[in-house]
Structure formats: structure tokens, C-alpha cells
């Protein structure tokens, strides 16, 4: 056996810290825990001892303290702006319309868990007249959520707050280019729970995420890349833990012949480029009506001139490095193919920062049509009617989000894209309305946050039946008669066997 050398040693020893770098200066921001399998394991087991404090308060207690967290957090609003500024670069007020935003959530889940979870009584029928059952939703146990880094408030909120309101502790890994949101939320809601573990904070990179997969926790709630969704769900699967996948999306707009070209102009601006088109929600892709193409483009350019990226500007940098390549590498194949750049282009693309890109004349089977962009870019085609305009939006692996503007038809076209949620006249409006559930199908992944449904995903369902008064048929007896078998048959044929 070779020796090693405590050089060696040194060399191969696993980091235990990283730092959060700012994607404006560069400069290190803060330095965090990379927390080992044996850390999480701890977490967890924290979190599972303090289920008894949290599920025992019940629904109006937990209500109480979740109001009260969500007061510290709209007390804090502009330090936490700060901290989300510091850690993605998003500017400083479209933070604070997420955290806006997320506060949505975390009062309409405290205040919502009890209509939605608790006991409901269940009319039986005519064969079980003595049986009377209830169903209620229980708290599943511990929730690991692995959050994202482009929402950092308000994307992980949706699992947090549901499944908090559910009566679930939660075990919390925020993405590695925004731990300082993460740790301040946490922060926060210790200081209205002292009492227990209730929610916590793991930080790390991908390992850490795999070990809280594996540490034993009752569901994981996992928002990012469909790549990372299949790892996620690979983890779980050795344990059989159940999961709750948002993954990404390559979201259309479409625009009929007599919509408002204004409003969808500047919604289709807004959708493809705020955030710097990080947002899994966002529009990647513009179908138009031919006969209204052009005024929409110019309407389109028009306003895309009048906003930039940049420090202090509309638009911020691109928070993880890694996608500017994959930013350029759409860009350039979409021109390489007979693309036209209207505003951006090849040179769009300016250290950290990608000015709005409007493409044309793109096929559809260019990355840029058929991948997740994620940066503030746009394809746009024209079609002769709203039938090809729905077969292409519909021709993509994802089914996030959608939009489309109609006076008309809006609702009928909506019905008819495959998508989880659709923006009729209005563009992302289903993420700010607490009550509707929010998630998509294919490889946007499954399950749904946000709503009655997204309570309910934090919750297994809980059957009671119970015996009234004595049967009047004995049906689930060994002492059953001939006669009670005859009068089953006819009750058969006279209740369920008229066509």
C-alpha cells in the first residue's frame, strides 16, 4: 500500500466552505458551509424532532407564526432586496417584486391551510347508507426544498410556505449563487419560532443537494434545470421518496390578428427580457399573426431600444456564468441559419451582461427555438392563422407557461396549448395569483405549488369511515345469506343496469 504524504492529503482533502461571488464586481460576497451527507443527515433529524412542536400548534397556531414571518420579511423588504441584488444582481426593484410577490404567498397558504386540509365528510351510497367517512390531508413529515437561484424569494416560497402551512418542517438548500437569501430567510423565521427546529438551512453545491435526497426526508421539492430534475429524481428513487419537479420551460406568446399589438408588444418584451430572461416562465418564443407581424415587430424594437443591460439599468447580469455560453451558442447558430438579428446580435453578449436580443427569420429546429435560452432573447415568426401558430408552440418538449393575446379567441387558444398555465391578455400573471396551482407537464417537469394544490402536495390524504347505525345488509360478513346475495344482484341491475 503507498503512503500519503500529508501534502498529498492536503491536496485531495474536499473543500469546506464556498464563496458566493457577485455576477456584477466579481468580488466575493460572502463565504458559506458546504455541508457533508452527515450534516443534512443532522438537519434532518432535527427537523423530524421538532414535527411534533409544529404539527401540535395546528393550523391556526402555524398561521400565527407564518403571518408573523411574513411581517418580519415586508419589515426587511429593502435588506433583503439588498441581499438578493447582491447575491443574483437582479436590480433592486424587480427584488422587491418577487419578495412582493412571495409575501402573496405566504399569507394565502397560512390563512388558506385549514379550508383546504382539514376534515371534509364524504356522502356514501345507496349500497353503504350506515357508513359515514371523512377525508382530511396530514402533514407528510419533513420537506427538503432545493431552491434556485434567478427567484430566489419567491420561487422556493411556493414550496416553503405550503408545505410549512401543511404542517411539515422543512430542510432548506438554496442555490449555491444565492445562499445569502437562504440564510436570511431562515434568519428571520427563527427569530417568531425559537422554539424548534422548524426551518433550516443546509447550504453546499450539488453533493449537498443529492445527500438532502437521501437523508430520509418525506418529499423533496426540487425548482431548476429537466438535467438536474432526472439526477434529483435518480437520488430519490433509492428511497422511494417522493418528489415535486419545476423544471424549465421554453414558453411561447402568440398573437392573433385582432390583439391589443401594444400591450403584446410590451408583454412579450417584459416576459422575454426582465430578469435577464431568467425566468422559467419567461417568453423564448413569438408567434404572429402575418397580417399583424410587421407592426408587432416594429412595436417590438421600439420598445426593446429603450432598455439596456447593465449596472443601474432595467435589465441585470447573468447570474450564472456557466450560461452565457449557452446564451452565445443560441445566438450564433440561429444567425449561422439564416437568422436575422432586429436589436442584438452576436455582439450582444458584454462580460456578465447580454443586451435584448430579437430574432427573425429563425428555423425551427435551431437551438434557440428548440432549447432554454434563458437569457433575455426572443424568436419571432409569422404565421398564416392561430392553427399553426398552436401546432408550433405545441411542437416542444417543455409545458410550462404560455401566453396569448386575443380579444376574441384568447380563452379558446389557451385551452388548446399544451401547457401547465397560460396568460390570456396579460403575460406571467398565473405566478402572482396565490390560489391557482403553478407547474407544467413533459420535461417542465410534474406536481404543482401554489393553490389548494399546492397545499395538498405537502400532505398525504387521510380516509376515516365510520359505522352510523347498523347495516341493513350485511355485505362484509361470512354469516352473509342467499337472500342478502339476491337482493345485491337486483340492487345491481336496477341501479346500474339502465343504458
Known sequence: MTAVSETDAEVTALPETFDSVSPITGGVVGTYRIDTAED??????????????????????RAKRLLAWKHAIAKGIDELAAVVHRDTGKPIPDARLEIVLALDHIDWAAKNARKVLGPKKVRSTIATPDIISTVE??????????????????????????????????????????????AWL?????EVVPEADVFQLITGLGPTGAALCEAGVDKVAFTGSARTGKLVMRA???????????????????????ADLDKAAD????????????TCVGVERAYVH????????????????????????????????????????????????????????????????????????????????????????????????MDEAIELANDTDYGLGSTVFSKRRGVE??????????????????AAVPGVPFGGIG?????????????????????????????????????????????????????????
Request: with cysteine; hydrophobic share 40%; proline share 6%.
Open 186 to 190: 431562515v434568519d428571520r423565521f427563527a
Open 137 to 182: 390531508y396530514q402533514q407528510l413529515g419533513v420537506v427538503g426544498v432545493i431552491g434556485p437561484w434567478n427567484y430566489p424569494v419567491f420561487t422556493p416560497m411556493g414550496s416553503i410556505a405550503y408545505a410549512l402551512s401543511a404542517g411539515n418542517t422543512v430542510v432548506f438548500k438554496p442555490s449555491e449563487y444565492s445562499p445569502g437569501v437562504g
Open 267 to 278: 408583454a412579450a418584451l417584459w416576459g422575454a427580457m426582465s430578469n435577464a430572461g431568467q
Open 236 to 258: 430519490c428513487s433509492e428511497t422511494l421518496t417522493p418528489v415535486v419537479i419545476e423544471a424549465g420551460g421554453k414558453d411561447p406568446i402568440l398573437v392573433d390578428i385582432d
Open 40 to 61: 443534512v443527515a443532522t438537519a434532518v433529524e432535527r427537523a423530524r424532532a421538532a414535527t411534533g412542536f409544529w404539527t401540535g400548534l395546528d393550523f391556526d397556531g
Open 443 to 499: 420535461n417542465s417537469g410534474f406536481g404543482r405549488i401554489h393553490g389548494p394544490d399546492g397545499l395538498r402536495e405537502f400532505t398525504t390524504p387521510k380516509v376515516i369511515s365510520r359505522r352510523r347505525f347498523p347495516a341493513p345488509l350485511q355485505l362484509t360478513s361470512f354469516g352473509r345469506t342467499g337472500r342478502t346475495d339476491a337482493l345485491v344482484r337486483l340492487f345491481a341491475k336496477v341501479l346500474h343496469g339502465r343504458g
Open 413 to 430: 387558444l389557451a385551452r388548446r396549448i399544451r401547457s401547465g398555465m397560460t396568460a390570456v391578455n396579460s403575460v406571467i400573471s398565473f
Open 290 to 385: 402575418n397580417a399583424v407581424l410587421q407592426p408587432f415587430l416594429d412595436l417590438l424594437v421600439e420598445k426593446a431600444s429603450e432598455i439596456s443591460a447593465g449596472p443601474n439599468e432595467k435589465i441585470g447580469p447573468i447570474t450564472m456564468p456557466g450560461q452565457l455560453d449557452v446564451i452565445r451558442r443560441h445566438i450564433d447558430d440561429a444567425l449561422d441559419r439564416g437568422g436575422r438579428a432586429l436589436v442584438g446580435g452576436r455582439d450582444a453578449i458584454d462580460g456578465n451582461y447580454v443586451q435584448p436580443t430579437i430574432l427573425v427569420d429563425v428555423p425551427e429546429d435551431s437551438l434557440a427555438v428548440r432549447e432554454e435560452t434563458f437569457g433575455p432573447t426572443i424568436t419571432v415568426r409569422g404565421v398564416d392563422n
